[in-house]
């Protein structure tokens, strides 16, 4: 089923959308996805694909993982994704599990981004969050990053309390890549609650990075805007 999969992921390449998406994942020497290499395949496409390997064992998983192409390492976590939804309690443990083995190999902020939520999220939202806090402060940016978008699982659930902790921990992070995530959920607070997120704002307005700040104000009026940036400087 692995050779199957990675067949079908081969036929659909793009070199003109892979050159593109290279550039976006900023895959150059020094950069943040320095060395990924991508074939230049659509998220819905991934996701068929995904659909129709839905099966696939963790093992074959894990060497989809352990490769250098970015969409070799996406569509086993949208597989993973789908399988954690239909699992027990007991495989979504194991799941869970396996994603965290797994962390150094989800590394760009799609694969996070799309994965984080719906399984360290939904797995810890009722339960104990030391985890959750062990990878706030790991020296992974990525492992930071999966901490910031699982609280998005609680958000959507009106639980708040972790992610404003998870942001006044990140306040300090030395990665864009932290500020513009920890600057997202802060914005989805304020959706659903902006008492809650202005709360946070008037406590570190000044003193949080400025990308971070520019994320969490952006759906304020212009007038809010201006006046917690003025704050800012």
């Given amino acids: 089923m692995l050779i199957e999969l990675r067949k079908d992921l081969h036929k659909l390449a793009n070199p003109e959308k892979a050159k593109l998406l290279q550039r976006f994942f900023k895959t150059g020497k020094g950069e943040y996805g320095e060395g990924d290499i991508f074939l230049g395949i659509m998220v819905p496409q991934q996701r068929k694909i995904a659909c129709k390997y839905k099966n696939l064992k963790l093992s074959e998983i894990q060497r989809l993982l352990q490769s250098k192409i970015h969409e070799e390492r996406l569509t086993p976590l949208f597989i993973l994704v789908e399988q954690y939804k239909k699992a027990d309690y007991a495989d979504k443990k194991k799941i869970f599990d396996f994603y965290l083995k797994n962390t150094k190999n989800i590394n760009n902020w799609d ?63 030395n990665h864009d890549l932290i500020h513009k995530a920890t600057g997202w959920m802060l914005r989805e607070i304020g959706k659903r609650d902006q008492k809650a997120e202005e709360g946070f704002l008037s406590k570190y307005c000044k003193i949080m990075p400025r990308t971070m700040l520019r994320y969490a104000i952006e759906r304020f009026s212009e007038s809010m805007r201006k006046y917690y940036l003025g704050k800012k400087l």
């Fill in 111 to 173: 694969l996070v981004d799309l994965s984080a939520p719906r399984i360290v999220g939904e797995y810890l939202f009722d339960k104990d969050k030391t985890i959750l806090y062990e990878l706030v402060k790991s020296e992974n940016f990525w492992e930071r990053r999966i901490a910031v978008l699982a609280t998005f699982y609680f958000i959507n659930k009106n639980q708040f309390a972790d992610a404003l902790k998870v942001g006044e921990l990140l306040l300090e992070d």
